[in-house]
Nanobody, 115 residues
């Protein structure tokens, strides 16, 4: 059974940091491209960052230089380190796994940036 379980969300003040984790099971994690998406209220889901099986990364312009995506294939976990958080980063953050044939989504974790 495929599972993607996100954790690490919460309430943080502007300028603060959070680290999201996504623990995967039920598929060959190491060969999948792993990504973080987010969806704010009333907006479409958008790609935040992705990391390929070989470690190549891609970031949305809006978070460039503030967020870092990484993966640990031994732990089957992908991370999103978020620094210098802004109120506009408030959203539900979703983990995504994309293979050559199948893709999977996690249930999401809420990130709220507010004073």
């Amino acid at each position: 059974q495929v599972q993607l379980v996100e954790s690490g969300g919460g309430l943080v003040q502007p300028g603060g940091s959070l680290r999201l984790s996504c623990a995967a099971s039920g598929f060959t994690f190491s060969i999948y491209t792993m990504s973080w998406y987010r969806q704010a209220p009333g907006k479409e889901r958008e790609l935040v960052a992705s990391i390929g099986s070989g470690g190549a990364t891609n970031y949305a312009d809006s978070i460039q230089g503030r967020f870092t995506i990484s993966r640990d294939n031994a732990k089957k976990t992908v991370y999103l380190q978020m620094n210098s958080l802004k109120p506009e980063d408030t959203a539900v953050y979703y983990c995504n796994a994309l293979g050559s044939t199948f893709g999977y989504w996690g249930q999401g974790t809420q990130v709220t940036v507010s004073s």
